[in-house]
């Protein structure tokens, strides 16, 4: 079983950046391909970023391609998301999810067993 815990989100203005943390328990975290998710008021919520647990290939969704950045320190049980140049579109609450040996389909929910309680992100104009 894998327990995460995201934290890093909060308040800040267009342009700016913020980098998200999900810290993971359990001595496996290796294994796991991680994802990290959002959901804006009123919307469903949707595929941010993927890293697989080789940390060989990293997977984005057009709307965050070439502003984020997904990676993992395997050493720290941490997955990281590093967002750039943010706008108020990407005002969400940001989920980690996590899901043993997954190597495809990296942007569907419901291949992630294990999922984070989020946090959220407020991008001001």
């Known amino acids: 079983q894998v327990q995460l815990v995201e934290s890093g989100g909060g308040l800040v203005q267009a342009g700016g950046s913020l980098r998200l943390s999900c810290a993971a328990s359990?001595?496996?975290?290796?294994?796991?391909?991680m994802g990290w998710f959002r959901q804006a008021p009123g919307k469903e919520r949707e595929f941010v970023a993927a890293?697989?647990?080789?940390?060989?290939?990293?997977y984005y969704a057009n709307s965050v391609k070439g502003r984020f950045t997904i990676s993992r320190d395997n050493a720290k049980n941490t997955v990281y998301l590093q967002m750039n140049s943010l706008k108020p579109e990407d005002t969400a609450v940001y989920y980690c999810?996590?899901?043993?040996?997954?190597?495809?389909?990296?942007?569907?929910?419901?291949?992630?067993?294990?999922w984070g309680q989020g946090t959220q992100v407020t991008v001001s104009s």
């Open positions: 999810a996590a899901d043993r040996y997954l190597s495809g389909n990296y942007y569907l929910q419901f291949e992630y067993d294990h």
């Open positions: 359990g001595r496996t975290f290796s294994s796991y391909t």
């Open positions: 890293i697989n647990w080789s940390a060989g290939s990293t």
